[in-house]
């Protein structure tokens, strides 16, 4: 079974991989939904008002929605600041990337109207410390979050594993870098074992290394095997950045495996090294082999264009701009997240408490009818 093979089964390929029009499709349909329901909700609220509709009469026609456009901004902004959180944290980069997926993974089916980013980061978050093995109390875990209880960070726990389907497997493309580094080390110091079909040694091979171009802007060709291990150091360690930063502010993990993300971003770091090393990793004769390269020169752009890590001032202003939009536009039954939790669970407590109590009645009952009969004996049976 190929690699490839093994990553068509998993529920990221299954579940979480799309087309761009299908990704535009369905943020659209989720978006208008959204709205839809808001409206719903709002109408409502000023229904049961007691002071009555007048003085809200016409409100609910001009409220203005957020755009797909502006829940993706809000939604990247969120995703930065679960980065950032993380980082202040010490938490492993796994932890991080899964964190920031699950909330992009999300708001896929849900708006920012009905559920606010800020609400489900932490939870988004701490579920990622657990999917991924990194144990942190929620104790702990909440002492460094300012004006958060731990109810805050629990109570959307459940609509947070519904939005992502109880799928938490996130495959990220550090774990194919970390052999593609090796390969490359080994293609370095000519120990590389070439596929049988090449009649090329490990030695041309790393003499091949040598006569690579330079980057542009680089030091010149390397002289001797050491400058070339340096060169690879170098270009997987932008690769590694890009991965941890970048690449996780876009929508590549929908639209790309995990092996084109990082082989195009080692595409971007040093073009030359990366079309040597496909080179020696595909024959000339694939035929999907410009399929290919095209691909990852489509997934660089994307993970170029990426918005800063750190917002300039106009966008700042653009974010505080939406969420003052979205105070507007929010679904009013569905703010108080910690309240809908304690309701649901007194309601299930209720359910279980009314099971129980109907369960004890017909053992009571059944109990009572097995003594008459070891007293009176059993029922007459009419024989005619």
């Given at each position: 079974?190929?690699?490839?093979?093994i990553?068509?089964?998993?529920?990221?390929?299954?579940?979480?991989?799309?087309?761009?029009e299908?990704?535009?499709?369905?943020?659209?349909?989720t978006?208008?939904?959204?709205?839809?329901?808001?409206?719903?909700?709002?109408?409502?609220?000023?229904?049961?008002?007691e002071?009555?509709d007048?003085?809200?009469?016409?409100?609910d026609?001009?409220?203005?929605?957020?755009?797909?456009?502006?829940?993706?901004?809000?939604?990247?902004?969120?995703?930065?600041?679960?980065?950032?959180f993380?980082?202040?944290?010490?938490?492993?980069?796994?932890?991080?990337?899964t964190?920031?997926?699950?909330?992009?993974?999300?708001?896929?089916?849900?708006?920012?109207?009905?559920?606010?980013?800020?609400?489900?980061?932490?939870?988004?978050?701490?579920?990622?410390?657990?999917?991924?093995?990194?144990y942190?109390?929620?104790?702990?875990?909440?002492?460094?979050?300012p004006?958060?209880?731990?109810?805050?960070?629990?109570?959307?726990?459940?609509?947070?594993?519904?939005?992502?389907?109880?799928?938490?497997?996130?495959?990220?493309?550090?774990?194919?870098?970390?052999?593609?580094?090796?390969?490359?080390?080994a293609?370095?110091?000519?120990?590389?074992?070439?596929?049988?079909?090449?009649?090329?040694?490990?030695?041309k091979?790393?003499?091949?290394?040598?006569?690579?171009?330079?980057?542009?802007?680089?030091r010149?060709?390397?002289?001797?095997?050491?400058?070339?291990k340096?060169?690879?150091?170098?270009?997987?360690?932008?690769?590694?950045?890009?991965?941890?930063?970048?690449a996780?502010?876009?929508?590549?993990?929908?639209?790309?495996?995990?092996?084109?993300?990082?082989?195009?971003?080692?595409?971007?770091?040093?073009e030359p090294?990366?079309?040597?090393?496909?080179?020696?990793?595909?024959?000339?004769?694939?035929?999907?082999?410009?399929?290919?390269i095209?691909?990852?020169?489509?997934?660089?752009e994307?993970?170029?264009?990426?918005?800063?890590?750190?917002?300039?001032?106009?966008?700042m202003?653009?974010f505080?701009?939406?969420?003052?939009?979205?105070?507007?536009?929010?679904?009013?039954?569905?703010?108080?997240?910690?309240?809908?939790?304690?309701?649901q669970?007194?309601?299930?407590?209720?359910k279980?408490?009314?099971?129980?109590?109907?369960?004890?009645?017909?053992?009571?009952?059944?109990?009572g009818?097995?003594?008459?009969?070891?007293?009176?004996?059993p029922?007459?049976?009419?024989?005619?």
């Amino acid at each position: 079974m190929t690699e490839d093979e093994i990553y068509r089964t998993s529920t990221q390929y299954r579940l979480w991989s799309f087309t761009e029009e299908s990704l535009v499709s369905l943020r659209s349909t989720t978006n208008s939904l959204a709205a839809t329901r808001v409206r719903a909700a709002i109408q409502r609220s000023h229904s049961n008002n007691e002071e009555g509709d007048r003085s809200t009469e016409g409100e609910d026609e001009q409220t203005d929605y957020l755009t797909v456009e502006e829940e993706q901004k809000l939604v990247g902004f969120y995703c930065v600041k679960a980065m950032d959180f993380a980082d202040f944290c010490d938490f492993p980069t796994n932890v991080k990337a899964t964190a920031v997926q699950y909330l992009k993974r999300f708001y896929l089916s849900n708006s920012p109207m009905t559920y606010h980013p800020k609400q489900m980061m932490p939870s988004a978050l701490f579920l990622a410390t657990k999917t991924e093995n990194h144990y942190t109390s929620l104790k702990t875990f909440v002492s460094k979050l300012p004006k958060t209880s731990a109810e805050d960070v629990v109570a959307p726990e459940f609509l947070l594993t519904q939005g992502l389907r109880f799928t938490f497997d996130v495959r990220h493309p550090q774990r194919g870098m970390e052999g593609g580094s090796m390969e490359l080390m080994a293609l370095a110091t000519a120990t590389y074992q070439p596929i049988t079909q090449f009649s090329v040694f490990p030695t041309k091979l790393q003499q091949d290394m040598l006569e690579l171009e330079p980057v542009a802007g680089e030091r010149p060709k390397p002289k001797s095997s050491d400058e070339v291990k340096t060169r690879i150091m170098t270009a997987l360690s932008k690769t590694k950045d890009m991965l941890k930063t970048s690449a996780l502010l876009t929508d590549a993990y929908f639209l790309y495996t995990p092996s084109q993300i990082w082989l195009s971003c080692l595409l971007i770091a040093d073009e030359p090294l990366t079309m040597f090393y496909l080179d020696v990793k595909i024959p000339y004769s694939e035929s999907f082999k410009p399929k290919l390269i095209m691909t990852l020169k489509d997934c660089s752009e994307m993970i170029r264009s990426s918005p800063p890590i750190k917002p300039e001032e106009s966008e700042m202003k653009e974010f505080k701009r939406i969420d003052k939009k979205l105070y507007k536009c929010r679904n009013p039954e569905k703010m108080d997240l910690v309240g809908i939790n304690k309701a649901q669970k007194r309601e299930s407590e209720t359910k279980d408490e009314n099971e129980k109590v109907a369960k004890k009645r017909k053992l009571e009952l059944e109990s009572g009818l097995k003594e008459a009969e070891s007293v009176f004996g059993p029922s007459l049976v009419n024989r005619e």
